[in-house]
């Protein structure tokens, strides 16, 4: 059979119909309901780690609106014939998501929660708005459905619907909701954007989930998944029997993202095992409580790639698909000190941290354990040891895809808050030939950022591009030039001069000289500055770098500035 795989397929109905490669996690029902007495079952994991999927299997499985024996046959839960016998297809099923409730504004995304409702409501009329059900609960479930619902309707919306389930189905309901702090993730965001209405969405979403899970004749059980466990105390009031896993906790760790074992097994069916390296080094390295895992929406979307095209280079999935917005948050915070806790982990190191699974959004920034327990939950960093168990945890960046993540919310922090009157010094220093004031105002800019790649080349190219672009000029970085690829092309073609600057790492500060001599050997051997007709004046800099240290040596030699 050809291989293939959809990326975004998140219906398990259409993905097994369309015959795309599907890891079994169907074990997960079994173990949940057989090995456990759990009445609300919480499931928190970053996102794009599978929980919509899994979801979606368990409507599948369960839902007694569905026949569900082909698109399951096969698979690691029909092992187990009594319990399919007893529980698939036999249940009424609620199932509802969350995920694109969030809007800019308190209204709209109160309007979002309507539709979503009402797409829920519109799915069920035919079967469950009948005159076996009470008058009221088929009045609120039409005003539901019209998305003319009042505050109290929205609030009690889910019971209602599980109450009519129930009598039009002679059983309680499996009621399932994905992404349920969506809407509060982006209220909280909104606050701290001075536009919020995290209190208003709380009481909305706490009003829903109180009337549906606590003291609910009518549920036989829920499962539940977010991002975060925001605190019982905040949302999960007075509700019985409830369970909460997290990427802390062993139970069900498996079920989430894909093992070293299931990701060979993919590769092999796509005859694409060359990749493995690649992968692991890309994708893997999440510790959900002892249970290392890669992430399968990048684990997929590559492989998607390596099917139109062999030669594929990995790359970032994640990076326009999550908020990474937390990141910019904990580095622009005054009160914590985290830029050495950001460059060791960025330079593969660990760091120890006070961890909590229980959040509410309303005061993640408060502390910075806070703000480090939320890294650890929405994936930003993992657990480094799997055996580690307690509220102090070593933490360490997974992968090289979430590095980059990181990278790059720190330049553009850099970026962004660099004083434009230093940038201004600098190039007014360089245009003036002050080799000492510009190698001290980017000894300056380095201590006031973070570095990464342990100080290596490429580290201090990024650091010089975020200097320069944006500041007026025309900026060319490793651009082909002459017989090689200068570091950094400044072109201001106003006053028709230009800068040419090539950088090099030193190991020791007594190399500092030597490193800029050897720049400024490569700019001479290299030819860069040909090409460069028509300007007045062609400044070529050799820059070197010793950690946080910088020396600036101009190339004086007038042969050559004869040449260009």
Excluded at 93 to 122: I, N, T
Excluded at 309 to 330: C, E, Q, V
Aim: glycine letters at 6%.
């Amino acid at each position: 059979m050809e291989f293939k795989v959809g990326v975004g397929k998140s219906d398990f109905a259409a993905l097994r119909e369309s015959g795309n490669y599907y890891v079994d996690k169907t074990r997960l029902i079994y173990e949940l309901v057989n090995d456990t007495d759990n009445q609300v079952t919480l499931f928190t994991r970053p996102r794009r780690f599978g929980k919509t999927l899994m979801m979606s299997m368990m409507e599948n499985f369960f839902s007694i609106r569905k026949d569900s024996k082909l698109i399951f046959e096969g698979l690691a839960i029909t092992e187990h014939e009594n319990f399919c016998k007893e529980w698939m297809n036999q249940y009424p099923v609620l199932f509802v998501s969350f995920k694109d409730v969030e809007a800019e504004e308190f209204a709209d995304a109160y309007d979002m929660l309507g539709v979503r409702l009402a797409d829920v409501c519109k799915d069920l009329a035919d079967a469950i708005d009948t005159d076996a059900v009470d008058k009221d609960d088929r009045n609120a479930f039409r005003r539901l459905k019209a998305e003319s619902g009042k505050k109290s309707d929205i609030k009690n919306s889910l019971k209602t619907l599980m109450r009519m389930m129930s009598v039009v189905y002679g059983k309680k309901v499996i009621l399932l909701i994905d992404e349920y702090d969506v809407p509060l993730a982006k209220a909280s965001e909104m606050d701290a954007s001075k536009n919020g209405y995290y209190s208003g969405m709380l009481d909305i979403i706490k009003g829903i989930m109180s009337t549906a899970l606590k003291d609910n004749e009518f549920l036989q059980f829920a499962v539940i998944t977010g991002c975060l466990r925001i605190a019982k105390e905040s949302i999960f009031t007075g509700t019985n029997n409830f369970a909460s896993y997290s990427v802390l906790d062993e139970d069900f760790s498996e079920y989430f993202g894909f093992s070293g074992d299931e990701v060979d097994a993919i590769l092999e069916a796509a005859d694409r095992k060359d990749k493995a390296d690649i992968i692991k080094k890309w994708y893997d390295g999440y510790v959900f409580g002892n249970s290392y895992v890669y992430c399968p929406w990048d684990v997929i979307n590559y492989l998607s790639a390596l099917k139109r095209r062999k030669d594929a280079k990995p790359k970032n999935y994640w990076k326009n698909t999550s908020h990474n917005g937390i990141l910019l948050t904990f580095v622009k915070h005054s009160d914590f000190d985290v830029a050495g806790k950001f460059e060791k982990l960025l330079n593969e190191g660990t760091i120890v941290q006070m961890i909590s699974d229980e959040l509410t959004y309303d005061t993640i920034h408060f502390t910075e354990d806070n703000l480090w327990s939320v890294l650890l939950m929405t994936g930003y960093v993992t657990k480094a040891d799997p055996d580690e168990d307690g509220d102090t945890v070593s933490l360490k960046i997974p992968n090289k895809e979430i590095a980059s993540i990181f990278q790059d919310s720190v330049i553009r922090y850099f970026t962004d808050t660099v004083n434009s009157d230093t940038i201004q010094n600098l190039m007014g220093s360089l245009w003036e030939k002050d080799e000492i004031r510009s190698g001290e105002i980017l000894s300056g800019l380095l201590w006031d950022t973070i570095s990464y790649n342990d100080y290596h080349e490429d580290y201090y190219h990024a650091f010089l591009a975020g200097v320069f672009v944006g500041r007026g000029y025309e900026v060319e970085s490793n651009k082909e030039k002459g017989l090689g690829r200068p570091d950094i092309l400044l072109k201001d073609r106003k006053n028709r001069r230009a800068l040419i600057i090539e950088a090099k790492k030193s190991d020791k500060e007594s190399g500092l000289d030597k490193a800029c001599d050897k720049a400024i050997k490569q700019i001479i051997d290299e030819k860069y500055a040909e090409g460069l007709y028509g300007y007045d004046q062609i400044l070529c800099y050799g820059v070197a770098f010793f950690q946080k240290q910088a020396k600036v040596k101009l190339l004086t030699t007038l042969k050559y500035e004869s040449k260009i």
